[in-house]
């Protein structure tokens, strides 16, 4: 391959998260989302939820918008949803990593809302055909700074909630995840080669709702941060 000395465009900027607590960014590589991971309600009815393969989807790092920034409704829908998630931050890449492994390769961890355009994505799904007009749009990826687990930890249970206009809409547990974050970051590992930089959005608990013009979102996850964001004219 011939050397090249410079971009014939400018380059585009690389996706970053601020990370809590420090001056300094964290690089966006990929963005993964694993759907259908809580079974909020099997567990609070004493029940072992069944356990189906975690499948992936992805969304494009520029779809990131930063705390506190605002989310503009997107175009061609009427049915924007939101969906809190504990966000993985990998800081080591690779292939086929064992479950045993897996939590040396985090970074950190944020909390992120995987927002969706519902009509769109339920019209894929009817018709067999991918997620991505649904999920990966412009400001679809609304997320918090990276708390670093040399600071914070790994969080294995604690209060994962969204609130609308300062009410209470989605209310979870880390502890309800079905797929653990070693596992998925197992079982990614064997689908994709992953890379330092890389998020995973990990799936939402219950309560999942749509978004007006105007409304507040305030995400937490207990132990790694908040995220706020408002949903504004596009
Ligand atoms: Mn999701």
């Known amino acids: 391959m011939q050397t090249r000395s410079q971009f014939a465009i400018p380059a585009p900027p690389v996706p970053y998260l601020p990370v809590r607590n420090s001056d300094a960014l964290f690089p966006v590589h ?26 992936f989807f992805q969304k494009n790092p520029d779809n990131l918008v930063i705390n506190n920034e605002d989310f503009p409704y997107p175009r061609n829908t009427k049915e924007v949803h939101y ?7 990998m ?3 690779g292939i086929n990593i064992t479950r045993r492994d897996a939590l040396d390769h985090v970074w950190g961890y944020a909390v992120g809302l995987d927002m969706t355009r519902r009509d769109l994505q ?29 600071e914070f930890g790994h969080p294995n249970a604690g209060r994962i909630e ?3 206009n ?3 809409r ?3 547990d880390l502890g309800q995840l079905i797929w653990k974050v070693p596992e998925i970051i197992m079982t990614l590992s064997g689908l994709f080669a992953l ?12 309560g999942v709702g749509a978004v007006n013009i105007g409304d507040l979102l305030q995400g937490s996850v207990e132990g790694i941060g908040e995220l706020n964001t408002r949903v504004v004219l596009g």
């Open 162 to 164: 969204l609130k609308v």
């Open 83 to 89: 969906e809190i998630e504990l966000v993985v931050a």
């Open 166 to 168: 300062g009410e209470v």
């Open 122 to 150: 339920n019209e894929m799904k009817k018709v067999g055909r991918p997620w991505e007009i649904g999920k990966a749009f412009e400001h679809s990826a609304p997320c918090s700074h990276v708390a670093p687990v040399a």
């Open 170 to 172: 989605q209310l979870g």
């Open 195 to 206: 890379k330092s930089g890389d998020l995973i959005m990990t799936g939402t608990p219950s």
């Open 30 to 55: 990929r963005i993964y989302c694993v759907g259908r991971n809580y079974a909020d309600h099997a567990i609070e009815m004493g029940h072992d939820p069944a356990r189906e393969l975690p499948f």
């Open 91 to 93: 800081g080591k890449g």
